[in-house]
């Protein structure tokens, strides 16, 4: 029997071929496998993911807002890149991957943090995830993949501090608004580290 109640684990989800994702318990152990859409189907299930930040080297943070076609948050302001590993497939092999598959950018990345999380968009969908969060710092030219990305802008910590304190604080995504909290709160000293580190492609 799987965590989710079902009758076998859900690597054997019909839906779920060689883009399928990790589904995790809460310690982020690997208990199966499932397609994207059931993953975020209803309350969603919790499955392994990442969220990166990048810097450029005036240290403003790269935001996009997220497609249109987007099922779950279109049109809202996200965090720099934000996916998931494939099956079989290593995290950080996955963050690079799709760092360059979003943004046409390569460049150091550390680790911050890893949390859970639970947020409902409406009635047929949510995430649910366990986040591991990354931090990296490029100032190379931003290519953004136009069918996952609607727009993006480069924001100095300061402004966006104030923007989600404002009237457009409803704007952003949930997982961003959490993931920067925590960042401003408790790892001020790797961002200073990474405003040290030379802007480094590789």
């Known amino acids: 029997m799987d965590v989710y109640g079902g009758d076998m684990l859900l690597e054997h989800d019909s839906l779920a071929g060689p883009d399928a994702l990790i589904l ?3 310690a982020d152990r690997e208990v199966g496998h499932a397609s994207r859409t059931r993953c975020h189907e209803g309350a969603g299930l919790l499955h ?3 969220s990166l930040f990048i810097f450029n080297d005036r240290d403003e943070l790269l935001v996009q807002q997220r497609s249109a076609a987007k099922r779950l948050w279109p049109l809202y302001w996200s965090n720099s890149c ?9 995290m950080e092999q996955a963050v690079h991957r799709r760092l360059y598959e979003e943004l046409g950018v390569k460049c150091l990345l550390h ?8 947020a409902q968009f409406d ?3 949510a995430e649910h995830e366990v986040c591991s969060v990354f931090i990296g710092r490029s100032s190379a030219p ?8 609607a727009a993006w802008r480069w924001v100095s910590p300061e402004a966006l501090d104030e923007q989600m304190r404002g009237v457009g604080s409803q704007s952003f995504t ?3 608004t959490l ?3 925590r960042i401003r709160r408790d790892h001020r000293a790797a961002l200073q580290a990474l405003q040290r580190e030379s802007a480094r492609v590789e």
């Open 24 to 26: 995790v318990d809460e």
């Open 174 to 176: 949930p997982w961003f």
């Open 179 to 181: 993931e920067w909290e």
């Open 142 to 149: 931003v290519r953004a993949n136009r069918d996952e990305i």
């Open 111 to 118: 680790f911050l943090f890893k949390f859970q999380y639970q």
């Open 123 to 125: 009635g047929a969908g």
């Open 82 to 90: 934000c996916s998931h590993p494939r099956r079989g497939e290593a």
């Open 48 to 50: 392994r993911a990442f």
